[in-house]
C-alpha cells in the first residue's frame, strides 16, 4: 500500500500517493489591476471580471487591485463571486501598492484602462517602487495616448492619415468657416471612443466642441475629415525576447450608429465584428498586420497593443494606437488573438510571461 507524502499545492497543503517523491507546486501572484479614476471605469470592470473568469487559476494565485474613483484601493482575492463596484477600499495607493511589493505580487494591467494609466502615470508610479507589470512603460504610453503626436510619428513610416485641425481651449475661436462636412471631432487623449462624434454641419461642430471643453473637461480635440471606408483594429504580440506575432485585422461594422462609438463597443449587438476581414484582400490584410507590427515598434510599446484605421479603396489611414485594450467579452484583441488559433486563457498568459 502506498504511504501518503505531503505537498504544498497552489498555496495549499494536499497530500500526494506518490513514494519517495516530494513535489513543491507554486503559482505565481497575479492582482488584476482594475477601476481607477477614468470615463473607462465600467470598462475595466467588465474586462478584469472576464480575465478572472478564463485565467488559469491552477498557474496563477489571482487577486484583484481595485481602484475607487477617489485613487484609495483594495487588494482583494479572486475567489467566488466579487461585485468589484462593491469593494470597499481601504487604503491610499500608495500603501496599497507597497503593500504589493511586499506581497511580490505581479501588477497585471490589462484590465483597468483610460486616464492614468493609458498615459502612463499609473506605470510611473509601478517602476518608482520597482514594481513589475505587464505591458507598456510610461514613456510608450504617454506617447500612444496623445493621438496627435502618435500620427505624426507614424506619418514619419510612410503612413497615412487623415486631415486633422489640432484644436486647443485657447484656440478654439479659431475653427475654419470652410470645412467639408461630415467631419470626426474627439478627444485627443481619451480612449474607448469617449466623446467620439460626427457632425454634419458647423452648429453642430461649435456644440460638440463646446462640450468637450466645457462639460467632459478635455483640453485638447481633434476635428478630422470623415473618411467613409471600413473600419479596422489590428493587433499585434510580442515576447520578452522581442520577437512579434502578427494578428489578423478585424474589420468593424457599426449596427447601431455612423461611428465605431463607445457604444457600439460595449453593448452587446452594437457592431458586427470579421476576423479575418471579408470585405478587401489578403494584401491590404496583411499590409494592416504589418503596419501595427511597425506602428508598435516605432511608438515604444511592448508586449502587446491594438492599433485602428480606416481603409478606403487601396489606402489605408491610421487613427491610433492602444497600449490597454479592451478585454471584454466584445473586446477586439481577444478576438482576433483566437482567430489566430490562441484562446483566452493562452493570450493572457502570453501577456503575464512576457512582460
Do not use: W
Not at 495549499?12 to 470615463?39: H, N, Q, Y
Not at 474607448?192 to 478635455?218: C, M, Q, R
Amino acid at each position: 500500500m502506498k504511504k501518503l507524502f505531503p505537498d504544498i499545492l497552489h498555496g495549499k497543503l494536499c497530500f500526494l500517493s506518490e513514494p519517495d517523491k516530494f513535489t513543491l507546486v507554486m503559482r505565481k501572484k497575479i492582482a488584476i489591476f482594475c477601476g481607477g479614476p477614468s470615463s473607462e471605469y465600467d470598462v475595466s470592470i467588465d474586462s478584469a471580471t472576464t480575465i478572472n473568469k478564463f485565467i488559469d487559476k491552477k498557474k496563477y494565485e489571482v487577486y484583484f487591485f481595485y481602484i475607487a474613483k477617489d485613487r484609495t484601493c483594495k487588494l482583494h482575492l479572486a475567489d467566488g463571486d466579487i461585485d468589484l463596484r462593491s469593494l470597499k477600499t481601504t487604503t491610499d495607493l500608495i500603501r496599497g501598492l507597497l503593500d504589493l511589493k511586499k506581497k511580490k505580487i505581479f501588477a497585471f494591467l490589462a484590465g483597468i484602462h483610460g486616464e492614468f494609466v493609458e498615459d502612463g502615470k499609473l506605470q510611473s508610479l509601478l517602476e518608482f517602487e520597482k514594481i513589475p507589470y505587464s505591458g507598456s512603460n510610461d514613456e510608450a504610453s504617454a506617447l500612444c495616448t496623445d493621438k496627435m503626436k502618435a500620427m505624426i510619428i507614424t506619418h514619419s513610416l510612410g503612413y497615412k492619415y487623415p486631415k486633422t485641425i489640432d484644436l486647443t481651449k485657447t484656440s478654439k475661436l479659431n475653427i475654419p468657416n470652410h470645412l467639408t462636412y461630415p467631419q470626426i471631432v474627439k478627444p485627443n487623449s481619451l480612449g474607448s471612443s469617449v466623446g467620439l462624434a460626427i457632425v454634419h454641419d458647423k452648429k453642430e461642430l461649435t456644440t460638440h466642441v463646446n462640450y468637450l471643453f466645457n462639460e467632459l473637461a478635455v483640453d485638447h480635440i481633434l476635428i478630422q475629415e470623415y473618411i467613409k471606408g471600413i473600419e479596422v483594429s489590428c493587433g499585434v504580440l510580442e515576447k520578452k525576447n522581442g520577437l512579434i506575432t502578427q494578428l489578423p485585422p478585424i474589420e468593424i461594422h457599426p449596427e447601431k450608429s455612423e461611428l465605431f462609438d463607445y457604444a457600439s463597443k460595449y453593448s452587446i449587438g452594437g457592431s458586427r465584428e470579421i476576423t479575418p476581414p471579408v470585405s478587401f484582400g489578403k494584401e491590404i490584410s496583411d499590409t494592416i498586420s504589418l503596419a501595427t507590427e511597425k506602428i508598435h515598434k516605432a511608438l515604444g510599446c511592448k508586449t502587446y497593443s491594438r492599433s485602428d484605421f480606416i481603409v478606403d479603396g487601396k489606402n489605408i489611414y491610421y487613427l491610433e494606437t492602444n497600449t490597454l485594450p479592451g478585454m471584454t467579452s466584445t473586446s477586439l484583441l481577444p478576438q482576433e488573438a483566437k482567430a489566430a488559433g490562441m484562446p483566452f486563457p493562452t493570450l493572457l498568459d502570453f501577456l503575464i510571461e512576457n512582460s
